[in-house]
């Protein structure tokens, strides 16, 4: 920290975020409702990091309690007007929205490489994951649909129907600060919700950015004021939302812990809650396996985003035969990972988020050493001017060590020998989160063994394609300690609306359900 921000730096930077107006070291809003930033919030100052040099981006006036109260209830304003605007007009201004990030796409990756740390390629498709999340949910407009059920009374139908649910709170991670919060805001808004979004404060410009999309693309619609910002620390920003009675549904994105925050708190007063939480997730490469595929889809989870993805691969587990083999090609590929700028078409692995990230991988690292692990490739934090880099890490751990059951969010790599896939299923489900999981095989016994009910007890279970790197469309979520939410498609706009059950009686007599009978004149 502290080093002198090369001049080119300086210019990269004023040229990234003058992309949305804005200046560097400049103080902005970090609040937003009723379709406009709101010109004086009145919480804390916040700062945000270049995270490659550690230099100040801009400093953010964070949400006071109050702003927070003004926004949700400009949120539930908005929304008694938006439920009303039918759900295909709705899909059309969610269609926009897409169409909004498609024009941005460039500026906007580029800011999540700068803010974030995240290379450039995926910062460009967690853009790209908006713009498909927003196609979805557009065609979804056209398919909130109920299902008609046979009743056993006679002359009387019985239905189940969808409604817009209420004032959608997002609390999301530093880790994907766009896309992840999309896949909530996209179905939310095609299922007449409205939304108070708490991002991470370790990536407020972004979602300063995000929301002058928003506003662009809103102003004047119907869907005008649907979104409300309020950027401010989780215990005091992200506790008064959660306390919110007039918030129906929390979607929250983070770690177990925050988890188990939400939980509380929403069923404290029996509101709903969509949990994205921490993962723990292992590979598993039988001695059949083709190597070659495995070991870039292991270097891919393990060493990319840094490994902060919660789908980033944190375990391994080899077949003995190929145990040995296997580890010398994965430290060969390790050794081709360019590490550097993040806005570097040639870096593969960027910084970390921040200083206490490093400090994570540093403890962790020596806790690990502690319990028996043995590093067998990195193992450093690197001095880089000011930035927050360390070296992708592998590490030969043991079954018992208590650490391996955390979620420890750095490129850090346990790996594990075992003898059958039995045993690999079983050290794969030991841990306390169940998110993502793939096996590497070319027995067709073994794939089905893998996704059989006594296979991964994971929510995403792969074959042949590693933890990371999930496409929208299927349902996105985990169980366990990751909190069982499911997002990003499949029937995961259910989530974002009230169900209600209706019987019609179109006879002249009123019989009861199970024969009852209960004669008054
Ligand atoms: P975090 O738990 O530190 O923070 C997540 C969000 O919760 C932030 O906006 C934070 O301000 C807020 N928060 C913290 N305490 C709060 C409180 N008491 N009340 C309300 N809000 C509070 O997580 P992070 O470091 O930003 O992100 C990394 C974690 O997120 C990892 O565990 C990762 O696995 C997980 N993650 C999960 C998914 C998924 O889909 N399962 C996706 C991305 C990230």
Known sequence: ????????????????????????????????????????????????????????????????????????????????????????????IVRRLGDGFRRRKEDLARLISLENGKILSEARGEVQEVIDICDLAVGQSRQLFGKEIASERRDHRLIEQW?????????????????????????????????????????????????????????????EGVFSLVIGRGAAVGETLLADERVPLIQATGSCALGERVSAAVSKRSAKAILELGGNNAVVVLADADLSLAVRAVVFGAVGTAGQ??????????????????????TAAYQTVRIGDPLDAHTLMGPLISSDAVNDYREGLVEMQKQGGQVIYGGKVLDRKGGYFVEPTIVKSTVGMPIVREEVFAPILHVFA???????????????????????????????????ATGSDCGIANVNVGTSGAEIGGAFGGEKATGGGRQAGSDAWKGYMRRQTCTINYGSDLPLAQGVSFPVD
């Open 1 to 92: 920290m502290g080093v002198k921000v090369a001049t080119n730096r300086e210019a990269q930077v004023r040229e990234i975020v003058g992309a949305f107006d804005l200046s560097p070291a400049s103080t902005v809003s970090g609040v937003a409702y009723g379709g406009a930033f709101a010109a004086n919030p009145g919480g804390a100052m916040l700062d945000t990091f270049d995270p490659f040099t550690g230099e100040v981006l801009v400093h953010v006036r964070t949400a006071s309690e109050q702003d927070v109260a003004r926004a949700v209830a400009d949120a539930e304003k908005a929304f008694v007007r938006w439920r009303t605007v039918p759900a295909p007009q709705r899909g059309e």
């Open 163 to 223: 409604h817009p649910l209420g004032v959608v709170g997002i609390i999301s991670a530093f880790n994907f600060p766009v896309a992840v919060p999309g896949w909530g805001w996209a179905l939310a808004l095609v299922c007449g919700d409205t939304i108070v979004w708490k991002p991470s404060s370790l990536t407020p410009l972004i979602s300063i950015a995000a929301q002058k999309i928003f506003h662009d693309v809103t102003a004047g619609t119907d869907a």
């Open 309 to 330: 993805r919660c789908t980033s691969t944190r375990r391994l587990i080899l077949q003995k035969p190929i145990a040995e083999r296997f580890l010398e090609r994965l």
């Open 418 to 452: 075992v003898d059958t896939i039995e045993e690999a299923i079983d050290l794969n489900n030991s841990v306390p989160q169940g998110l993502s999981s793939g096996l590497f095989t070319t027995s067709l016994t073994s794939a089905e063994r893998w996704l059989s």
